[in-house]
Antibody
C-alpha cells in the first residue's frame, strides 16, 4: 500500500535551517510528481512546493521562494524540503503528498511539525 | 496570484444536504479538487476534476464546477461527515487552497 512518511521536523530558532524528508513506498516513486503542503496550527492548508517526477521542474509559493528548495532522490524513494532563513510564520505541520496527474493529491503523509521560535 | 474563497462554516442537520462553495475567477477553467480533513488527521481527497469521486468515497458526495463557483454537495449528511473541507484549484502543476470550511452536523 502507498505510504508517505515525513521526518526531520523540530524546534529551531529564527534564521536557521532545517531539512525535511519524506520516505515513499508502495508505488513507483520515480513516476510521480510530488508536493509539500503545510498547515499552521489551527489554520488551513497552504501549498508550498512541487517537483516533477524527474526533478526537472520545481515551483514554489511566493512566501518561500529563495528560502526553500525541493528535491528528490528517485534511487532512494525520498522527497526533501531544504528550508533556510526560517521565520516564525513557517511554523506548521508539513505534509508531503503524491500528485496523481489530473486527479490531485491522492495520498498524504501524516506530517512533520516544524516550530520556529526563539 | 490566484485565490479561491470558501465560507468559514456551514451547518446542516443529519440527513439533509450540505453545500460547500468555492469561488474564484473563471474557476470553471481550472481543475478543482476537494479534501476532507477530520480533527487530527491528514487530508483525504474526496473529489477531483470538479465532479469525480475517487474510489472509496461514498456516493453521497458529489461536485460541480461552473462559472466562478465550484460546489461540493453532501446528500444525506451523516455525523461522520463533520470535518473541515478544502477546495484546491490547480494551475499547471501548482495549486492554491481555499481557506477551508468547517462543516458542522447538528
Amino acid at each position: 500500500q502507498v505510504q508517505l512518511v515525513e521526518s526531520g521536523g523540530g524546534v529551531v530558532q529564527p534564521g536557521t535551517s532545517l531539512r525535511l524528508s519524506c520516505a515513499a513506498s508502495g508505488f513507483t516513486f520515480s513516476s510521480y510528481t510530488m508536493h509539500w503542503v503545510r498547515q499552521a496550527p489551527g489554520k488551513g492548508l497552504e501549498w508550498v512546493a512541487v517537483i516533477s517526477s524527474d526533478a526537472t521542474n520545481k515551483e514554489y509559493t511566493d512566501s518561500v521562494k529563495g528560502r526553500f528548495t525541493i528535491s528528490r532522490d528517485n534511487s532512494r524513494n525520498r522527497l526533501y524540503l531544504q528550508m533556510s532563513s526560517l521565520r516564525a510564520e513557517d511554523t506548521a505541520l508539513y505534509y508531503c503528498a503524491r500528485d496523481d496527474s489530473g486527479i490531485g493529491n491522492d495520498y498524504w503523509g501524516q506530517g512533520t511539525l516544524v516550530t520556529v521560535s526563539s | 496570484s490566484y485565490e479561491v474563497t470558501q465560507p468559514p462554516s456551514v451547518s446542516v442537520s443529519p440527513g439533509q444536504t450540505a453545500r460547500i462553495t468555492c469561488s474564484g475567477e473563471k474557476l470553471e477553467n481550472k481543475y478543482v479538487c476537494w479534501y476532507q480533513q477530520k480533527a487530527g488527521q491528514s487530508p483525504v481527497l474526496v473529489m477531483y476534476q470538479g465532479s469525480k469521486r475517487p474510489s472509496g468515497i461514498p456516493e453521497r458526495f458529489s461536485g460541480s464546477n461552473s462559472g466562478n463557483t465550484a460546489t461540493l454537495t453532501i446528500s444525506g449528511t451523516q455525523a461522520m461527515d463533520e470535518a473541515d473541507y478544502y477546495c484546491q484549484a490547480w494551475e499547471r502543476s501548482t495549486a492554491v487552497f481555499g481557506g477551508g470550511t468547517k462543516l458542522t452536523v447538528l
